[in-house]
């Protein structure tokens, strides 16, 4: 496949509800689509990826405005010059750009898409997942008050999600995981995640969660502190799991063999990529390390792409991918459904669903255009 053309499209996609972290509060998802055109012997073949970025630099180093810059000014140049390119080179042509994971990812999944349509292939046979359906869990952002927190977590028990993940900081921890618990029980999966909001130095405190029977706790402490993270893995009961921490396949195996986790969660692009990811899954399913599909409250495109990486094998706990509704009123794509605490794998060509036109250009704020010199 020869690229010959990009568009980049900048969204912004009202929220439901507003959607809290340690970090920041979200009122409407801003992202990018990417829009990959391709010359192929049998024709021309369009690709669609969409990038994780978030509108400010405190999740990771990346964000919207600079993914875009970046892949007009270097990412997108290099892919032009390739005469036949594969979604399985796009990481290596792309390596001696330092960084840009978010943007990179965006770009491998058009290329992927492409490929696939070009094919008659899913992603999910691409991939080889093994199942049709995925558990669905949800996360449940910083509430206002505990009990917001308990009446929120109630409302998506009762709609049947297989696991909940509650969004913890300092003083805002304890108290609300004690409620839920003592409002709900201890028959339902439920896990924590800090986003790196504490320090080691806050141990003793951490430690308090083990009294919940929490499937996990997710990335407490710094994304650079893996060493920090196998200390406090050895002082607490409750599993620890790596989110940010997790950038690449090299740091998943240096953060195993730390005994920094025992858990990781997979975000491919926030290691580049889906196919790093899979790296990541196969690594992790070799030294007997769970791993579930995390989310970045992705439109329908990266929601449909992440079902299908949940069905590979090693993906043995309720991930994040849950359905439009929880987000958005309206998706830019087919709606993805929650049903029975599960998610159905897209079995259709490429990833399965359509960009709408007409959603598109709505919630569309902003274009680039990239050509082929």
Excluded at 75 to 85: G, K, R, S
């Amino acid at each position: 496949m020869q690229l010959t053309g990009l568009t980049l499209h900048r969204l912004s996609i009202p929220l439901v509800t507003p959607f809290t972290t340690s970090f920041m509060t979200e009122t409407e998802k801003d992202c990018y689509l990417v829009e990959a055109r391709f010359d192929t012997p049998s024709g021309p073949v369009t690709g669609w990826g969409e990038s994780v970025a978030m509108i400010a630099p405190l999740y990771s180093e990346e964000y919207i405005d600079g993914g875009m810059a970046v892949t007009r000014d270097w990412l997108a140049p290099i892919l032009f010059d390739v005469e036949d390119l594969t979604a399985e080179t796009v990481g290596w042509h792309l390596r001696h750009v330092i960084g840009h994971r978010m943007s990179k990812s965006a770009l491998e999944m058009a290329v992927i898409e492409a490929q696939l349509k070009q094919a008659g292939l899913s992603f999910q046979q691409y991939l080889g997942g093994v199942v049709d359906t995925i558990p669905s869990g949800v996360s449940v952002g910083i509430q206002d008050t505990v009990e917001d927190t308990v009446r929120v977590i109630g409302e998506y028990l009762e709609e049947g999600y297989a696991r909940i993940k509650l969004k913890i900081k300092p003083g805002a921890d304890i108290a609300p995981v004690a409620a839920v618990r003592k409002a709900f029980g201890d028959d339902f999966l439920f896990q924590v995640d800090a986003n790196a909001a504490y320090t080691l130095v806050d141990a003793a405190h951490l430690k308090k969660l083990d009294d919940y029977g929490l499937l996990l706790i997710e990335q407490p402490l710094g994304e650079a502190d893996i060493r920090q993270h196998s200390e406090l893995a050895k002082l607490m009961d409750t599993p620890m799991c790596l989110d940010e921490s997790i950038v690449s396949a090299e740091a998943a195996a240096d953060a195993i063999a730390l005994g920094a986790t025992s858990v990781i969660n997979i975000k491919p692009g926030r290691v580049g990529g889906f196919i790093e990811a899979k790296r990541i899954h196969d690594l992790a399913s070799a030294h007997g390390v769970a791993v579930w599909h995390g989310g970045m409250v992705e439109t329908g495109l990266g929601r449909a792409a992440n079902a299908a990486m949940a069905s590979l094998p090693g993906f043995t706990l309720p991930g994040d991918v849950s359905g439009s509704k929880r987000f958005f009123h309206e998706d830019i794509t087919e709606e993805i459904v929650m049903h029975d605490g599960v998610v159905d794998v897209p079995t259709g060509p490429g990833f399965g669903v359509t960009i709408d036109p007409e959603k598109l250009r709505r919630f569309t704020t902003d274009t680039i255009e990239i050509t082929r010199k």
